[in-house]
């Protein structure tokens, strides 16, 4: 049997990648989220104007070293940053981004254009993805900037030892830390994705993906899980900080890698299979 379509009908230019980048953008949600981003690190460099940190007789930490250079800055900036404001961002782009349409009762009728189910969800996760690594990209250059502007250009000294190691040296290192960040947020993005195609609510989505790093970073204390907390989305999540050592270690960043892509890849998966066989009524 032949299934006729209308003249002109193709479905691989429907819902195009830059109307969706568009749309997204133009939220208020994402404004938002990226001002956030941009003015958090200017309230960080004001917080240390006004109070300058003080070591006293114990190893230097990233906030004892902060205001030494614009790459200690950036690096206590990304410290303070990972475990939950780039969280909140990733889990809003990937989370809101189906079930806000559904909310909108709007998604039918996006489907009814007609767009291929396959199609909207990989053009929104691609969206969500790219603007999720954007986010991951602004804050550290935004500390950057920032950090050379209030502290000046120098070289980095080492949280635990105080060694310096030069800018020129450890500059391409913070590459490898963005890299990786993006990389440990992938579980975010999946788990927040996939709930956003099983939910109409996108705080319920946005909240879930929170919640799982919450619920992980609390079961993470219990020592007694030993080797089992290894598998937990979230224990990896600081393995970046072996990068600006005198050494690089990649251990962690590699275990933690094969973590957040392995619950990823399933998370994605999952929402992929779910959203085949919705029954969509908003």
Known sequence: MTVKTAPGYRPGRT??????????????????MFGLLLLLPWILAVAFMVGRPSQGNRAPNLSDLATASALNFTAFTLFVSVGFLLVVAVAMFCGDTVASEANWSSLRYLLAAPVPRGRLL????????????????????????????????????LPGTGQTLGAADVLPRFGIVIAYAMISQLVVAGLAFYLSVTTDSPLGAVGGAVGLVIISNIVEAV??????????????????????QLEISWAGMIKGSAVSVSYAVIFIALAFRRFRTKDVVS
């Open 15 to 32: 819902l195009p990648l830059r109307v969706e980048f568009v749309r997204q953008f133009l939220r208020r949600r994402t404004l938002l």
């Open 223 to 244: 020592e007694a899980l030993g080797v089992w907390r290894e598998v937990l989305p979230t224990y990896w999540a600081m393995a970046w900080l072996d990068v600006i």
């Open 122 to 157: 990989r053009q929104k996760l691609v969206v969500a993805l790219t603007y999720s690594a954007a986010a991951i990209v602004i804050l550290p250059l935004m500390a950057l900037l920032v950090g050379t502007v209030m502290f000046g250009w120098d070289d980095i000294q």
